[in-house]
């Protein structure tokens, strides 16, 4: 008697059910525990799929606290990278823009935009070291994970406010730079925002799994 394929089925839609994992990585978990599943059921296996795995919604929580530390490590990466790249393109990009002051009309908003820039990126680093400060020479735990994920975030978001307020005070000074500066400008203004992106993206994955298993 062979582990008969309707069980496999019933127990892999259980198990995908208490799966929180984004659908590339559920979709590579499944397969694997099901190729598992297919290999015993023709070696001529006659236990259940529950001998080989356990409880689906147990081994469901592992998995994906066990995929949750490795997002949670990716983000600490891409946060800081992220910080980095942000707090040195934008003094890069100050530098740059020293020499070639916005005119008399746009002054006033492009005052304005600068304090709004300077003060969202500053209040996003500040949050990028207290994020880090949570998480410190401590274990895993779900808890910090959650406070780190949250102020993480916050801070993303800040520093993408920071790179679209670079972004209109360049707009502001387009005509009196000229184009090798713009040149440099536009690519430390990319290299911003794929940091950022980044950053917001494995957010959004990390942030996903946090909020399944609480």
Known sequence: MSLAPDRITLYLASFDRHLRL????????????????????????????????GDQQGLARDLTLAWLERRYASLKVFLAIAAIVTASAMFAIKSLLGGAPSGGAHAPVDAVIQSFDRGSGLVAL???????????????ELTRVNLFTKLAGIAALL?????????????????????????????????????VSTALGMWGLTRRIVAGLR
């Open 126 to 140: 500040l949050l990028v070291g207290a994020a880090f400060l949570t998480g410190r020479t401590r274990p895993f």
């Open 22 to 53: 984004d659908p590339w990585a559920r979709r590579r978990v499944l397969a694997e525990i099901e190729d598992h599943l297919r290999e015993a059921e023709a070696s001529g296996g006659e236990r259940g799929p529950e001998s080989f795995f």
């Open 159 to 195: 520093l993408g406010t920071s790179v679209i307020g670079e972004a209109a005070t360049i707009a502001l000074r387009l005509p009196s730079a000229t184009l090798p500066r713009l040149l440099l400008i536009a690519a430390f203004l990319l290299a911003e925002t794929v940091a």
